[in-house]
């Protein structure tokens, strides 16, 4: 893996990355010192770009190629849409990494690093900068946690259809909109007055 730093001229930013939704959050100068404190990562096959447990505090844009996120090892999903952001919890937290992101044939990333941008944009200077930042990231982690939701639903429904359960037959669901949900009452057995 080989790193690189991201070398533009001000207010000359490739097309390709003003199509990536993070970096159009910002204006013209805003962009600039995002990218200049920017990397460009050029991987190999098999290199690793974030390495679960370890703490650090970039977020990743994949610019060409495809990258397998692994957690304990085992291949749990893959990153290959161009513009497609990743390690955006470092910008919130600073826990250790959850997953390790490797590259799955020859890729291209952006990494951004925040703990420099807060050096060139401190927070309490420029809060539009900051606002600007964090709303992305949130707007990102809600896409990331309603695709997560409906995975889980599909596959909680598959888990019921091998089980041979109708799909009714679960109370962690809500009820559907417009049916009544069971109350305790109807559930336990009437007592006869003594």
Do not use: W
Not at 2 to 7: D, L, N, T, V
Not at 32 to 47: A, E, F, R, T
Not at 129 to 156: D, G, Q
Not at 171 to 182: C, F, L, M, T
């Amino acid at each position: 893996m080989k790193e690189f730093a991201y070398i533009h001229d001000d207010g000359d930013v490739p097309a390709s990355l003003r199509a990536v939704p993070l970096l159009s959050s910002f204006n013209e100068e805003q962009l600039d010192d995002v990218l200049n404190s920017s990397s460009l990562i050029d991987c190999d096959k098999g290199d690793v770009v974030i390495q679960e447990g370890t703490i650090d505090s970039r977020l990743y844009i994949l610019l060409s190629g495809e990258l397998d996120v692994c957690v304990g090892g085992k291949r749990f999903a893959s990153i290959s849409r161009a513009g497609e952001v990743f390690g955006e919890l470092a910008l919130v937290n600073q826990d250790r990494r959850a997953a390790s992101v490797i590259a799955a044939n020859r890729a291209v990333c952006l990494a951004v690093d925040q703990k420099f941008l807060q050096d060139l944009r401190p927070r309490d200077q420029d809060p539009e900068f900051h606002a600007a930042l964090y709303e992305f990231v949130a707007r990102l982690i809600a896409r990331k946690l309603e695709a997560t939701s409906r995975r889980v639903a599909e596959l909680e429904k598959e888990l019921r259809e091998l089980k041979g359960q109708p799909a009714e037959e679960t109370e962690s669901r809500p009820p559907a909109k417009g049916r009544k949900a069971p109350t305790s009452s109807s559930k336990s057995p009437r007592r006869s007055p003594r």
